[in-house]
């Protein structure tokens, strides 16, 4: 099944401690993209992946890091996390970095910083 | 910077009536724009998109309208369901950006049975 997954779903941490949300999709797309998800604020992208060792800054960067060593995968690092990240994240894919398409959608991942 | 707004953040119709979701946009050079529903505890899944040389496209029950001019777009859904309750968004993607997506802060659609 085509798919984008994101692990873990939910996760709680502490300040200053240093995560990573995976997300790996079988699809071979090209494109990649993570999005923070806050009430009232919409979908805001945080990095994106034109293909692999290419990565950009969304409009919401500060405090995150992406890395792209394989197409298939796209994790996101919280070096240390605050609680302002405290929010709902999700990944992405399209099929083409050339040419902008419909992007898939993770499940998400529900994060909580104390 | 670049905005994508909503003329209006709660819908509520009955079902079987048409439904008719907003958005504006601010980047007067996006070339590409979608729709997205998101039903609750889920990703958002693509409905339907539009790129700007097109100022209509119609899929199954849904049609899209592009008004460059006024940079105004819609998301129609015709003879509405339950089924379609959700928050739905409209993105922008401009290719001379970086291809960068902006996202609405989203619409609620409720369907009154």
């Known amino acids: 099944e085509a798919q984008v997954t994101q692990n873990p779903r939910y996760l709680i941490t502490v300040t200053g401690k240093k995560l990573t949300v995976t997300c790996s999709q079988n699809m071979n797309h090209e494109y990649m993209s993570w999005y923070r998800q806050d009430p009232g604020l919409g979908l805001r992208q945080i990095y994106y992946?034109?293909?692999?060792?290419?990565?950009d800054k969304g409009d919401v960067p500060e405090g995150y890091k992406v890395s792209r060593k394989e197409k298939r995968n796209f994790p996101l690092i919280l070096e240390s996390p605050s609680p302002n990240q405290t929010s709902l994240y999700f990944c992405?894919?399209?099929?083409?970095?050339?040419?902008?398409?419909?992007?898939?959608f993770g499940p998400g991942t529900r994060l909580t910083v104390t | 910077g670049e905005s994508v707004g909503l003329h209006l953040p709660t819908l509520s119709v009955q079902e079987g009536d048409n439904s008719i979701i907003n958005c504006a946009y601010s980047n007067s050079a996006s070339d590409y724009f979608i729709w997205y529903k998101q039903e609750s505890g889920k990703g958002p899944q693509f409905i339907i998109d539009i790129r700007s040389n097109m100022d209509k496209r119609q899929g199954q029950r849904v049609t899209v309208l592009l008004n460059k001019t006024v940079k105004h777009l819609s998301l129609q859904i015709a003879a509405t369901q339950p089924g379609d309750s959700a928050v739905y968004f409209c993105?922008?993607?401009?290719?001379?950006?970086?291809?960068?997506?902006?996202f609405g802060a989203g619409t609620r659609l409720f369907v009154k049975a």
């Open positions: 993105a922008e993607n401009d290719a001379t950006g970086g291809f960068k997506t902006i």
């Open positions: 992946s034109m293909n692999v060792e290419v990565t």
């Open positions: 992405a894919s399209s099929l083409s970095g050339g040419t902008v398409s419909e992007q898939y």
